[in-house]
């Protein structure tokens, strides 16, 4: 005699058939996916967070969250490097984006912790498409208030964790060092991934170092391969709770040409995706896909690169949930 009723899990809603709805019609939410309200339960939810007042170059991140969207239709529901179908076997939804001041950065920063902590005290994995790179420091904020210091392995042209620019300590070119700083990170767990160009000088190694970060420059991604690069970080994250952040300017400009500070030299989005597919087992509890500023962008090279990424985080986090 059954003596619980147990409500069925509803199966997962997916985008709709691109036989039936051609993926060029109908409204731009991430591949297409079905918008946080007209689901009954997030497993994972991609935010956008439409925030550029940290950057120190060109302007234009505010734009990316619908530049992804508008890049992500081509999306099809099987991935076939990691044998998963993200959207069938997790409730994947477009939770639209947190809107926040863009003339007041401390408030701005207050602002997406706050929606980041409601959407994940609802049970969903974040998956946050910039926005400059200001926007990482709230989203770890509020991922280490609920799982602990994080591992990080954050892919980028540059470090990103200078002190100040022009007196402010909160830029898109300091989330990680006020991260460092507030303890929200593992220090036995942190790597860069695809550093290059110039710095201030030799100083802005030496206090990377001392935060624990170890550094794989795009040219050793050329020189060891993308199977080896990614095992190295596997092996210094372990089990711990993981934060990717990917500033597509870890892309070549040739890869991605629409961001704020490119820079000669960068890896290619072959190398950057099967990096990211290397990371599959780990515990990945949060990510983020920034600095995407569709002006300086040509025939959606930049958008197409991120959606990409964007879905080989979402499958990452079905890999991790099973
Ligand atoms: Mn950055």
Redesign the pocket.
């Known amino acids: 005699m059954p003596s619980v009723t147990e409500t069925p899990q509803p199966s997962p809603l997916g985008p709709p058939d691109g036989a039936v709805v051609p993926r060029f019609a109908g409204p731009a939410t991430f591949a297409r996916l079905p918008r946080l309200d007209e689901v009954s339960r997030a497993d994972v939810a991609v935010v956008g967070v439409p925030f550029d007042s940290g950057v120190s170059y060109r302007p234009g991140a505010r734009f990316g969250p619908a530049a992804v969207r508008q890049g992500s239709r081509l999306l099809r529901p099987y991935h076939p490097g990691l044998d998963v179908s993200p959207f069938a076997t997790q409730q994947v939804v477009d939770a639209g984006d947190i809107a926040v001041n863009p003339f007041d950065i401390a408030e701005a920063i207050t602002g997406i912790e706050r929606g980041a902590d409601a959407l994940a005290g609802a049970g969903a994995r974040l998956v946050t498409i910039g926005g400059?790179?200001t926007i990482?420091l709230p989203l770890m904020r509020s991922l280490a208030r609920r799982h602990g210091r994080l591992a990080l392995v954050?892919f980028?042209?540059?470090l990103?964790t200078w002190d100040t620019y022009f007196g402010a300590p909160y830029t898109?070119?300091t989330?990680f060092r006020r991260a460092s700083e507030e303890g929200l990170l593992d220090e036995a767990a942190l790597s860069h991934v695809g550093t290059r160009g110039p710095l201030y000088g030799r100083i802005d190694l030496d206090d990377d170092a001392r935060m624990g970060f170890g550094i794989t420059t795009s040219a050793d991604v050329m020189r060891a391969g993308v199977d080896e690069v990614a095992a190295g970080l596997k092996a210094r994250i372990g089990d711990r709770p993981l934060y990717l952040?990917i500033?597509i300017?870890v892309l070549d400009p040739a890869h991605a040409p629409g961001t704020g500070?490119p820079e000669a030299g960068g890896m290619t989005s072959r190398e950057l995706l099967e990096v990211l597919r290397g990371l599959v087992g780990t515990n990945l509890v949060g990510a983020d896909v920034?600095?995407v500023a569709p002006a300086y962008d040509h025939a959606e090279i930049t958008a197409v690169a991120a959606s990409h990424v964007t879905y080989d985080l979402v499958s990452l986090m079905a890999l991790a949930a099973r």
């Open positions: 400059d790179h990482a954050h980028d042209a540059h990103d898109h070119g989330p952040s500033d300017d500070t920034v600095e």
